[in-house]
């Protein structure tokens, strides 16, 4: 039976999408095994920034931080965020910043330290701060987001997508696991890591990679009056949420499927995260591990995001490839690829960037029929 659109993957870019598409009033079916931003959502860091060196990536996060302001009650936490470096290492970012006209304060290293004394921080770096920045709890926001949905009729569906129904090369409808079928007027392929195992059922290779990140929360034991940051120098950032900093060193780990083990991570990637706390920040006692935090990201040879159309496919709209910042960027890309998938412009992409998004540039080979 037909459930007019239909959306695999409920990750920042399927749940938004789902979301724009049911306050346009269509009847909506999101599909994910692991449920609303239960994915490597779940076991994202939280960090949304505006502070992003390509100025397309600082109007997506702005758009971001507009829909995720527009379910979250106590999910996300307005606390600014503040990029420490040096000046050369920071222009690239000012420069985006001032492109998409968002308000930004340049401070040299005492102005850091004399607003925010927490803070170690040498003369020669300077602060940029902004202070649209959110700290979001991911499972928090996803418990947030599905109450919307549900308000909004949109039936969510907690089981994966095992194969698709085809009608010549056009894809008609999806197979859940269990074997009931879903026909559609629409789709959207949002399933992040796992849309190359998707695209491969349709006979489509793309050339994407999954790599396994890692990020940690320590308890400082006392709440800190500072915003999230970043340390280009250190190369770590961290958010702020009550008394815990999340966040870490960039670590990541080439894998040959998504991981989402609850491992521990290796002792000495903690180790190094926590240095680089020390060395950035005046505390009264030693911060106390808490907890990490492991999952899958995509990545692509170009490391830029793939939203439009794979053109022998029919009404389908694929998006990815949004790396370690899929939270910040999913939920406009989601919005973007069902505006695209309708017709309607895209959101706040200009077409040149559309253009640079197509998924076909990551085609390994001609698809072939199934
Ligand atoms: C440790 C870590 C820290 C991170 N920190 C940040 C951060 O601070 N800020 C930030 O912006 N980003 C961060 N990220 C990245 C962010 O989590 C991802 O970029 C983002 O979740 C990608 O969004 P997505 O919607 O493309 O995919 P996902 O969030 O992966 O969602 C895809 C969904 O598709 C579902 N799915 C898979 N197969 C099927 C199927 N067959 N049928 C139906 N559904 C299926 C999955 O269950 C999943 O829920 C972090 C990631 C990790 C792992």
């Known amino acids: 039976m037909s459930r007019g659109l239909v959306l695999v993957g409920a990750g920042p870019a399927g749940a938004f999408a789902a979301l724009s598409a049911a306050f346009r009033g269509e009847e909506v079916t999101l599909i994910d095994p692991r449920g609303v931003l239960g994915g490597a959502a779940s076991r994202s860091a939280g960090v949304v920034t505006v502070q992003l060196e390509d100025p397309m990536d600082v109007r997506l996060v702005l758009r971001s931080i507009e829909l995720i302001r527009s379910v979250a009650k106590s999910s996300a936490l307005r606390t600014g965020f503040l990029q420490l470096g040096r000046e050369e290492d920071l222009s690239e970012s000012i420069a985006a910043l001032r492109d998409a006209g968002v308000m930004h304060e340049i401070l040299t290293g005492s102005e850091v330290v004399g607003r925010w004394p927490a803070f170690r921080v040498d003369r020669d770096l300077i602060g940029v701060y902004t202070d649209l920045d959110l700290s979001v709890e991911p499972p928090a926001l996803g ?80 709440e800190l009056e500072i915003p999230s940051f970043s340390d280009e120098l250190l190369h770590s950032y961290w958010r702020r949420w009550g008394t815990l900093l999340v966040g870490g060193g960039y670590d990541a780990e080439w894998a ?43 990545l692509t040879p170009d490391m830029d995001p793939y939203l439009g159309r794979l053109d022998e496919l029919g009404d389908v709209v694929v998006v990815g490839g949004l790396r370690g910042y899929g939270l910040m960027r999913g939920p406009a890309l989601g919005e973007a690829a069902y505006e695209l998938l309708r017709s309607r412009g895209s959101g706040v992409l200009t077409s040149d960037e559309l253009e640079r998004l197509r998924p076909s540039r990551l085609l390994r080979t001609q698809r072939r029929a199934v």
């Not at 194969?163 to 949002?190: C, P, Q, R």
């Not at 180790?271 to 995509?298: A, F, W």
């Open 143 to 222: 418990l947030e987001l599905m109450e919307v949905l549900e308000a909004q009729d949109v039936r969510v569906v907690k089981r994966g997508v095992a194969s698709f129904a085809t009608d010549g090369n056009a894809v008609t409808g999806v197979v859940l696991e269990g074997g009931e079928k879903i026909d559609h007027d629409g789709l959207i392929l949002a399933a992040g890591s796992h849309n190359r195992e998707l695209l491969k059922l349709l006979g489509i290779e793309i050339r994407t990679r999954v790599i396994t990140c890692y990020a940690y929360k320590f308890d400082l034991g006392e």
């Open 256 to 298: 040959d499927a998504p991981d989402y083990s609850s491992a521990e991570p290796p002792a000495h990637y903690v180790r190094r995260s926590l240095e680089m706390l020390l060395q950035r920040l005046e505390l009264r006692r030693e911060p106390r591990y808490h907890s990490s935090l492991r999952g899958p990201c995509e």
